[in-house]
């Protein structure tokens, strides 16, 4: 099992940035595909971006051009990069560790004027 811890998260007016990390324990990370999921409100999860355990990144439509997620194995830790925040980016935003299947407890990011 891996022990995942997202920060980052916080209350930003739209059009602006936060940066989301997450710290995995263990030494499975960096053989592994990461991902970044949401949920807001009423939603259901949904995934955001995924990074191959080589770099090879993914992002659902709606985050394309504006979220860039990274990873550094030797820091056992992926990001997530927002810039342009909506108000629709609102959510409770998780990462997955797609070997093990384990999730970290969540950070919320809010977009609010």
């Known amino acids: 099992q891996v022990q995942l811890v997202e920060s980052g998260g916080g209350l930003v007016q739209p059009g602006g940035s936060l940066r989301l990390s997450c710290a995995a324990s263990g030494s499975v990370f960096s053989i592994a595909p990461m991902g970044w999921y949401r949920q807001a409100p009423g939603n259901q999860r949904e995934w955001v971006a995924g990074i191959t355990r080589g770099g090879s990144t993914d992002y659902t439509d709606s985050v394309k051009g504006r979220f860039t997620i990274s990873r550094d194995n030797a820091k056992n830790t992926v990001y997530l990069q927002m810039n342009s925040l909506k108000p629709e980016d609102t959510a409770v935003y998780y990462c997955?560790?797609?070997?093990?299947?384990?999730w970290g407890q969540g950070t919320q990011v809010t977009v609010s004027s």
């Open positions: 997955k560790h797609h070997r093990t299947g384990s």
